[in-house]
């Protein structure tokens, strides 16, 4: 039996914020602005996830007017994500996402996020896949207003 879910998230490039994107804070001169700390990335593998489960997104599950989630770690969130994929007997069978910015440049930082969420996901690093784009300048990636991020993962019994 094979899941699949995708997932799909945008947030706001401000200054004063920490520039949070797959666990990793990333130095730069502006951060990702949201109720929790806006890591754009996980907040798209998380709802891939919760897709693939059936479950909605994550809106539903750690609501954006619950203070309990204000400034939360994404990876905890994400973690209590993971745990009901594992309550069904699902595994990761693999993950890919895309991380939409004109800056930061992503690449020196995507091997510790791969290391991060295999972690989160109990899986092997081969299992999981970030990669980054730019839009060329244009959009609102293109004009460094903000990041998007997209997930796609498959699950396996
Ligand atoms: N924020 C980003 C965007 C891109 N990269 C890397 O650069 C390569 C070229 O980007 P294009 O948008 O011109 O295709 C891309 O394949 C990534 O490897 C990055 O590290 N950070
Ligand atoms: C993660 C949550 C948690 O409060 O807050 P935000 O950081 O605003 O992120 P978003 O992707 O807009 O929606 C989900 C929210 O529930």
Redesign the pocket.
């Known amino acids: 039996m094979i899941k699949v879910g995708q997932g799909f998230d945008v947030h706001q490039l401000v200054e004063g914020r920490p520039c949070i994107i797959g666990g990793v804070t990333i130095p730069y001169e502006k951060g990702l602005l949201g109720h929790s700390d806006a890591d754009v990335l996980l907040h798209a593998v998380s709802d891939a996830i919760l897709g693939a489960i059936g479950e909605g997104d994550i809106g539903r599950h750690f609501p954006d007017t619950d203070q309990a989630f204000k400034d939360a770690d994404s990876l905890k969130l994400l973690e209590q994500v993971w745990a009901m994929v594992e309550k069904r007997g699902l595994k990761l069978g693999n993950l890919d996402a895309t ?1 939409i ?7 020196p930082y995507i091997p510790q996020m791969v290391e991060v969420i295999a972690k989160a996901l109990n899986t092997d690093p081969a299992n999981v896949n970030v ?6 300048q244009l959009g609102f990636t293109g004009r460094g207003e903000g990041i998007a991020a997209q997930c796609i993962v498959c699950l396996t019994a």
Do not use: D, L, N, S
């Open positions: 991380i910015a004109q800056r930061p440049k992503m690449a990669k980054a784009t730019t839009t060329e």
